[in-house]
């Protein structure tokens, strides 16, 4: 079975640091969707960035960029110049294809403070 | 209104009673998802339907009913709920293609359901 692990449950970083969150999943398949998503106290859930597994080449987006590492089923997301909005709690989410009993797994999250 | 829409945004209910979450999207998509999201605990698929077929999940009790009349409308019809399934109820909607590339998720902003 397919699993989402985000080993780091809180983390704090300066405000205009780089911070990175880790995350590692375990699955069989080869084709596959990796996702970050930020709920801020709001709890509007809002996608950060998306990775496709059978693409090499990391997501990046604005000041979010990930570190995809396929053999070593790890996904971590690096979020540099941070700002006082970028704190919120970040789940890291795996989605198997469509056509093969869809799964959609998510980490427990990191929250994650910025400290100014 | 624009992107996914929840309604109630708060619900409090009796053990005994029946009540309707209801989600609205208006982004065209052609898959709607309900999530559980409870304290301390990774967001849960519960259901999902996809490219207008519904995708099972056995775990989910059947006190809880999802219904899809078309692509825009999704409603989770409650009964008989516990107290442990006080929790949000996050809704999502996403574009996928026939060949089973899933889009990624637009969230709403959720539903607080308490049971007493």
């Known amino acids: 079975a397919q699993t989402v692990t985000q080993s780091q449950p809180e983390m704090s970083v300066q405000e205009a640091e780089t911070v990175t969150l880790s995350c590692t999943y375990d699955?069989?398949?080869?084709?596959?969707?990796l996702f970050w998503y930020k709920q801020p106290p709001s709890r509007q859930m809002i996608l950060v960035i998306r990775?496709?597994?059978?693409?090499?080449q990391n997501a990046t987006e604005n000041r979010f960029s990930v570190n995809f590492q396929k053999a070593a089923k790890s996904f971590s997301l690096k979020i540099s110049d941070s700002q006082l909005g970028d704190a919120a709690m970040y789940f890291c989410?795996?989605?198997?294809?469509?056509?093969?009993?869809?799964?959609?797994?998510f980490g427990k999250g990191t929250r994650l403070h910025i400290l100014p | 209104e624009t992107g996914v829409t929840q309604t109630p945004r708060h619900l409090v209910m009796g053990m005994t009673n029946k009540k309707s979450l209801k989600c609205e999207q208006h982004?065209?998509?052609?898959?709607m998802y309900w999530y559980k999201q409870s304290a301390k605990k990774p967001l849960e698929l519960m259901f999902v339907?996809?490219?207008?077929?519904?995708?099972e999940n056995n775990s989910v009790p059947s006190r809880f009913s999802p219904e899809c009349p078309n692509s825009s409308h999704l409603f989770l019809h409650l009964h008989t709920l516990q107290p442990e399934d006080s929790a949000l109820y996050l809704c999502?909607?996403?574009?996928?293609?026939?060949?089973?590339?899933?889009?990624?998720?637009?969230f709403g902003p959720g539903t607080r359901l308490t049971v007493t």
């Open positions: 339907y996809s490219l207008e077929e519904r995708v």
């Open positions: 982004l065209g998509h052609n898959a």
């Open positions: 989410a795996y989605r198997s294809p469509i056509n093969r009993d869809d799964k959609i797994i």
């Open positions: 990775q496709e597994a059978y693409k090499q």
């Open positions: 699955t069989s398949e080869s084709d596959y969707y």
């Open positions: 999502a909607s996403s574009q996928d293609t026939p060949r089973g590339r899933a889009g990624e998720q637009y």
